[in-house]
């Protein structure tokens, strides 16, 4: 047992390779403060070779390694990582197909739950962190670029992955337990397992945005509520495309009530039902995003070295 930067890492032989120049390679690129099962991590080193897809996952972990010394059991060891996008199936058949654009995540398989971290482009830990034991999962499958996660409450579609990565995780996935359970969120600031959505943190007090707001705000007027969530690009574009909506509406409207009256009103009948449409449908969209992690009111996931701040406590085995 090893301390290092204020965490106890288990070190263990049969975690890491045993020498050669491909796995001290892979090594030297892994954060140090991270136990990792390497074999499965990294199963093409075992034939001295080292592919593009393994550097890029071993500088995955490093980018993600602020988030995983805080939120990582002390024993707890990394066996697979990759990145994608979180989906709900649902949110294809609506705009939710533009939700790639904000919900980019890193996938990371423990030997104790499957943990998801939400990103930026640059696959920098961003707003929130979700996780499911692995206890709780009922079932896996997928095919080509896509994983399905079963849970007791909702089934997750990960897509976006590559189609080697893919099978090696669906495979080691399906090792896994199968019993009833859902997606737990995680506290962004001390990472405190919850099966709801609260408003505060009950361990550390931090407080959460509230999905209701979120909401009224995109029923209001659509890009809002998710301005307010933190997904500040993917809004503008919703307001942008919303506002040349309204001014398509309102130059239809106003010759038409100008030279027909109250009659005239019916041309931009069915231009208001979409509007009526997009709103709602925002809506809807805009609280199922707010409900798939915590997002705090003071700001994003933790990033800098631990012991910024005295609440930045790693969750201790209890919180399970």
């Known amino acids: 047992m090893l301390n290092e930067g204020g965490r106890d890492v288990l070190r263990c032989p049969a975690l890491m390779p045993s020498g050669g120049q491909p796995e001290e390679e892979l090594k030297a690129l892994l954060p140090a403060s991270i136990a990792v099962r390497f074999e499965e991590m990294f199963p093409s080193a075992r034939n001295g070779r080292i592919k593009r897809r393994d550097r890029k996952r071993a500088e995955m972990l490093r980018k993600a390694e602020p988030v995983l010394q805080r939120a990582l059991n002390p024993l707890e060891v990394v ?4 990145n ?16 790639p654009f904000a919900n980019r995540t890193t996938l990371v398989l423990t030997d104790r739950r499957v943990l998801l971290i939400h990103t930026d482009s640059k696959q920098r830990p961003r707003l929130f962190a979700n996780q499911l034991p692995l206890e ?34 669906r495979g080691l996935l399906d090792s896994t337990a199968t019993k009833n359970g859902g997606w737990q969120n995680l506290c962004p600031r001390c990472f405190t397992a919850t099966d709801g959505v609260p408003l ?21 007027f659509p890009g809002l509520g998710d301005f307010y969530l933190g997904y500040r690009k993917y809004a503008a574009l919703e307001i ?11 130059s239809t409207l106003v010759p038409a009530v100008m030279t027909k009256g109250l009659d005239g009103a019916l041309v931009a009948g069915p231009l208001l039902a979409l509007l009526a449409f997009i709103h709602i449908g925002d809506a809807l969209l805009t609280r199922a995003k707010a409900k798939t992690g915590l997002h705090s009111k003071d700001g994003n996931l933790p990033t800098g070295e631990k012991g910024d701040s005295p609440l930045f406590e790693r969750v201790n085995s209890a919180s399970w």
């Open 136 to 169: 709780r999962i009922r079932a896996t499958a997928g095919r080509n670029s896509y994983i399905f996660i079963r849970s007791g409450r909702e089934q997750l579609m990960f897509h976006g992955v590559k189609r080697s990565e893919a099978r090696q995780l």
């Open 200 to 220: 505060a943190c009950e361990k550390c007090g931090e407080e959460f945005k509230s999905p209701r707001t979120a909401t009224l705000r995109s029923l209001i």
């Open 79 to 82: 066996r697979f990582a990759t």
């Open 240 to 250: 942008i495309g919303a506002t040349l909506l309204w001014a398509l509406f309102l």
């Open 84 to 99: 994608g996008v979180r989906q709900l199936t649902w949110w294809l058949l609506t705009a939710g197909s533009m939700n």
